[in-house]
């Protein structure tokens, strides 16, 4: 193992010096305060977040071109972190299906420990950047694809080993961390890092760390299907109506986009096995669903682009 990927324990004045370790004035003494003003405090410090994600948006958006282009190109999208930060990463991946009717390998989410380590801490994996490196190695991690190493201290050696790995095999690699400099930023070929602070609760990065992590995932993923065509506006026209809810909101989407009554949009959704692309495209332009489909596929499953060929 590279000795730059080795825990630094107990060297803690590397880990003390991190901004998400320092003291935070404003909760110093908060074990003092009332509920109302406890949850007034914590707001306070959660307004800075969006403002520190702010500072970053350039290297998001590079990021999301970047990502876009390797699942162009058939590859995937991989967040790989420990504790909090790859439960974030889990939880961002997860809701890509239902919403953008992705299948579930295009993006992973893996938290160090496996999926048992969603609802049980494995903490001790973070210091083991072997196990980073053993899981992105699992997961086949190659050239095609892109992996965002998720770590708030931008130090955890498991995120180190899985973006050094990662970078060996040619992959994207992109760095999500809440510090800088950091160990991660030396590896990386793109670098995110809002500074948020100190924490309310001195070193809990679950908090306004892990609320800018999850503001940053959910920009990466959401502005990546945007650029392969996974809306129409701001509508998701490849929801998967898996549900009563989500069936809803496929009805309301055709609606919306046709100005169909709700009978007949009804109707066509079903004649279109529920596929709202499908379903538009047939009111818009006449055709049965099998043709539409047909017409989509000339146009990469790109709506707009269906639309306008259509006109």
Not at 1 to 20: G, I, N
Not at 103 to 122: K, M, R, Y
Request: glycine share 8%; charged share 20%; aromatic share 2%.
């Amino acid at each position: 193992m590279s000795a730059s990927l080795q825990p630094d324990h107990p060297a803690e004045p590397s880990l003390s010096a991190l901004v998400t370790e320092q003291d935070n004035p404003a909760s110093r003494d908060i074990d003092r305060k009332s509920a109302l003003e406890i949850v007034q405090i914590i707001n306070a410090e959660d307004a800075r977040v969006a403002a520190a994600v702010e500072q970053e948006l350039p290297q998001i958006a590079r990021a999301i071109e970047a990502i876009a282009a390797r699942l162009r190109g058939g590859g995937r999208l991989i967040y790989m972190g420990a504790g909090t930060s790859g439960r974030l990463g889990a939880l961002d991946a997860s809701e890509c299906p239902p919403t953008f009717n992705v299948p579930p390998e295009l993006v992973i989410g893996w938290v160090a420990g496996g999926p048992a380590a969603l609802s049980q801490a494995s903490e001790d994996l973070e210091d083991s950047a072997e196990a980073g490196r053993d899981d992105a190695a699992r997961l086949q991690v190659g050239a095609a694809d892109a992996l965002v190493a998720i770590t708030a201290s931008g130090r955890t050696p498991y995120a180190l080993g899985a973006a050094h790995y990662a970078r060996e095999q040619g992959a994207l690699t992109i760095g999500l961390a809440c510090n800088r400099p950091t160990p991660l930023e030396a590896i990386v070929e793109i670098m995110i890092a809002p500074i948020v602070g100190p924490e309310v609760i001195t070193g809990s990065t679950r908090m306004k760390a892990g609320t800018a992590q999850k503001m940053v995932l959910n920009m990466l993923s959401t502005g990546t299907m945007i650029l392969l065509g996974k809306t129409y506006g701001n509508l998701m026209v490849d929801v998967q109506a898996t549900n009563y809810k989500l069936q809803q909101r496929a009805l309301r989407i055709v609606q919306l986009t046709t100005g169909l009554e709700r009978s007949a949009a009804e109707e066509l959704l079903a004649q279109a096995n529920g596929e709202v692309k499908t379903a538009i495209v047939c009111a818009r332009s006449g055709l049965d669903p099998q043709s539409a489909r047909q017409r989509l596929a000339e146009h990469g499953f790109i709506l707009r682009a269906t639309l306008d060929s259509l006109s």
